[in-house]
């Protein structure tokens, strides 16, 4: 089955600079690569997400890259805020498929 | 309401007891999903339904028992539970999990087994 690893497992950075979040993957059919914000106590809610397709997407202040050839895909969260401080998830999965895996999470927290 | 909604939010149960969680979606979705969510963990799903029917079991014990009536309704019945079933139990829908679609989680059951 799919085996999903994220790191770091928790990051600080200043208020203003940027933060990335990397993950890799096992299973080279996995097609479907969303990002997770949960924030302390809140429900996970997704952020962004890419499709195997295409190898970079941005929306305003959050970018993923992938590469597939690898099997990793980051997310960049730039000029963080402190509303930015929250939990992120990564996770694979393939269309066709029921699962999603999931990362084991990395706790951002930034400093204002 | 609107979205996903769960109950109760908090729960706490003794190891002989029986109890139910219960998960409501509002968003005419087809899929909905029971996660457990534990401390230093990734989240781990346990079952999958799609338009009621069951399509994943992942490889959860016999003592969690999940219920979908209908598309909209998922419960996940609980006995018998271990003081390591304690964590935060979210229910997600997404459109059809038979393709690749955001999840909506709900706000969880946080349970605590005595």
């Known amino acids: 089955g799919e085996n999903v690893e994220q790191h770091p497992s928790t990051l600080s950075v200043q208020e203003g600079d940027s933060a990335v979040i990397k993950c890799t993957y096992s299973?080279?059919?996995?097609?479907?690569f969303p990002w997770y914000k949960q924030e302390l106590g809140k429900r996970p809610q997704l952020i962004i997400d890419?499709?195997?397709?295409?190898g970079e997407k941005k929306d305003q202040r959050i970018a993923v890259t992938l590469n597939k050839t690898a099997k990793h895909f980051s997310l960049h969260i730039t000029e963080t805020q402190p509303e930015d401080s929250a939990v992120y998830f990564c996770?694979?999965?393939?269309?066709?498929?029921?699962?999603?895996?999931f990362g084991i999470g990395t706790k951002l927290q930034v400093i204002p | 309401e609107t979205g996903v909604t769960q109950t109760p939010r908090h729960l706490v149960m003794g190891m002989t007891n029986k109890k139910s969680l219960k998960c409501e979606q509002h968003?005419?979705?087809?899929?909905m999903y029971w996660y457990k969510q534990s401390a230093k963990k990734p989240l781990e799903l346990m079952f999958v339904?799609?338009?009621?029917?069951?399509?994943e079991n992942n490889s959860v014990p016999s003592r969690f028992s999940p219920e979908c009536p209908n598309s909209s309704h998922l419960f996940l019945h609980l006995h018998t539970l271990q003081p390591e079933d304690s964590a935060l139990y979210l229910c997600a829908s997404s459109q059809d999990a038979g393709v690749a679609y955001e999840q909506y989680f709900g706000p969880g059951t946080r349970l605590t087994v005595t």
């Open positions: 996770a694979a999965s393939r269309e066709g498929y029921q699962k999603v895996t």
């Open positions: 968003l005419g979705h087809n899929a």
């Open positions: 339904y799609n338009f009621k029917e069951q399509t």
């Open positions: 890419i499709r195997s397709n295409v």
């Open positions: 299973d080279s059919a996995s097609n479907y």
